[in-house]
Structure formats: C-alpha cells, structure tokens
C-alpha cells in the first residue's frame, strides 16, 4: 500500500516526477505514480483521490506543467496535504504552473515547490518531514539524511581546497 500518492497530469511529466519516486525510495516510503489530469480525466482524479485513504495514503504529490490545476483539485477533494511540483513543460517553462500551483485560494493549500527535478525531489523530502511528524524513525531517517548532505558539501570544500 503506497504511503504517498504522485499524481501527474501527462506521462510526459514521469521523468520528472521520478526523482520523486526516487527520493521516497531513499526514505523506505511506499508509493504509487500514476497519471491522471484535471482536464482530460477528471473523474480519474476523483476516484483516485476519494479512494487513497482506504488504500493507506498519508499524502499526495502531485505534478502539472501549463495551467497546472491537478494540485488544486485533489486539494480541493481531500484532506490530505498536498505538495504540487510544477513542470516546466510549456513556453513560459514552468513559470506558468508555478503560479497556477502555489496562488490557491484560502482554504485549499497546495505546498509548492520548485519547478521540475529539484522540486520533484524536494517534494519527496517533504513528505518524509510530514510522516516524520509522527515517526521517531522517519525523523531519525531526515537526520541522516541532513548529515549525509553536509558531508557532501564538506568533500567538495576539502577537494577544492586541494586544487
């Protein structure tokens, strides 16, 4: 049973939302990505939003290039949080769904992060940090994680430093 839903408006979107996939995996959370648009198949998106939390879903991810309004309908269906990662898959790359995702209206919170790869894998990051609210091995997961990326930073110091 997936523990995070990624949601994406057009299988153009995957390799995108697969740092995401790919994050969870880092973290050991479960999930499932599928496709499912706010245009094209809205009665897709509802299904799969009204049917997650019997199938043990704690929150969703949810990718959308143009307009970009996937993160604000499952918002708008459920009460599970929502990260929206906008794609930059148009001629204003990304700016356009930038800006459809994170101007929501009061009462329908989308959490939004930066377009494409960084934010599909910031995304994912966030999630850990939401499930990690209330699991002491989640949290301890994030620190390791926190640490890991320090010492990255501290190698390329100390290789630079040696050029």
Known sequence: MPQVLILMGSDSDAPVMQAAVDALNEFG?????????AHRSPARVMRLVEDAPGRGVKLFIVGAGAAAHLGG???????LPVIGVPIDSSALKGLDALLSTVQMPPGVPVATVSIG????????????????????????????Y????ASKVEAAAAKLNQS
């Open 29 to 37: 959370i479960s999930s499932e990505m599928t496709v499912a648009s």
């Open 73 to 79: 309908v499952v918002a708008a269906h459920s009460i």
């Open 117 to 144: 790869k960084p934010g599909a894998t910031n995304a994912a990051v966030l999630a850990a940090q939401i499930i990690a609210v209330g699991d002491e091995a989640m949290a301890k997961k994030l620190h390791d």
């Open 146 to 149: 926190k640490k890991k990326l």
